[in-house]
């Protein structure tokens, strides 16, 4: 059995790389498969989206695993950093990011969707990954609580940029936005906030995604139970 996974993420790995040495031992550390147990060993690694959540008015995917490698590589997330992520779904993202940050960093994530807030929390608490959490609410409105953030990163597309949610990224810090388009496809924006506070978009790429779906600050609940 050992075998075969092994031979699932070097496909997976082969597709992704270069990749830092640090994302590729997260991606050891939190095998995906653990993370999506109502899909087969060759489902969770096939390099392609996978459904999560299919309610109306939400709906919510678990993105393909080369490209969530990827993505976390251009973020460059170090240790000790502080990450905001739009978007739990699984929580497979968010451990390889409290992986990242190690034990003097922390990850907030804000799920929307309560079923899958409380589904990323369990997951986090039964892989003891304790410099992470998730809470259920609007994702654009950032926490406050918590800021301000080194990197911010969403995993849903929207036509609005976040500006409230902009405001608690450092100075310096990277943000992952994806913009939605008329066009057929989303752009993936690798942000830099200046010194004056506004954003420089370093690097754009082609993606898709589902889109966020917002609800009001005063219906969060914080942790999921």
């Known amino acids: 059995m050992s075998t075969r996974i092994e031979q699932y993420q070097k496909r997976v790995l082969d597709k992704a790389l270069p990749l830092s040495e640090k994302v590729v031992e997260a991606f050891y550390r939190y095998p995906r ?40 590589d251009l973020l460059q997330i170090h240790h000790g950093h502080r990450v905001f992520e739009l978007g739990s779904g699984s929580g497979w993202n968010t451990a390889l990011m409290a ?26 608490e039964k892989n003891r990954i304790f410099n992470a959490l998730v809470k259920l609410g609007d994702g654009f409105e950032g926490d406050t609580s918590e800021a301000p953030f080194d990197r911010i990163i969403f995993t849903a597309g929207a036509n609005e940029f976040p500006e409230k949610l902009f405001d608690q990224l450092k100075i310096g810090g990277l943000m992952i936005f994806v913009r939605e388009n008329d066009l057929g ?11 004056n506070g506004m954003p420089l978009v370093l690097r754009t790429i082609p993606c898709s995604f589902v889109s966020v779906i917002r609800k009001s600050a005063g219906d969060a609940d914080t942790p999921p139970a």
């Open 185 to 195: 496809y989303d752009f993936l924006e690798l942000i830099e906030k200046q010194g």
């Open 33 to 72: 498969h653990l993370c999506v147990p109502e899909y087969t060993m060759a489902e969770a690694y096939s390099d392609h989206p996978l459904l999560l959540w299919n309610k109306p008015p939400y709906i919510s995917t678990i993105s393909q695993p080369s490209f969530v490698l990827k993505i976390l």
């Open 99 to 124: 992986y990242l940050v190690g034990e003097s960093g922390k990850v907030i994530s804000v799920e929307v969707i309560p079923e899958l807030a409380i589904r990323a929390q369990k997951y986090l």
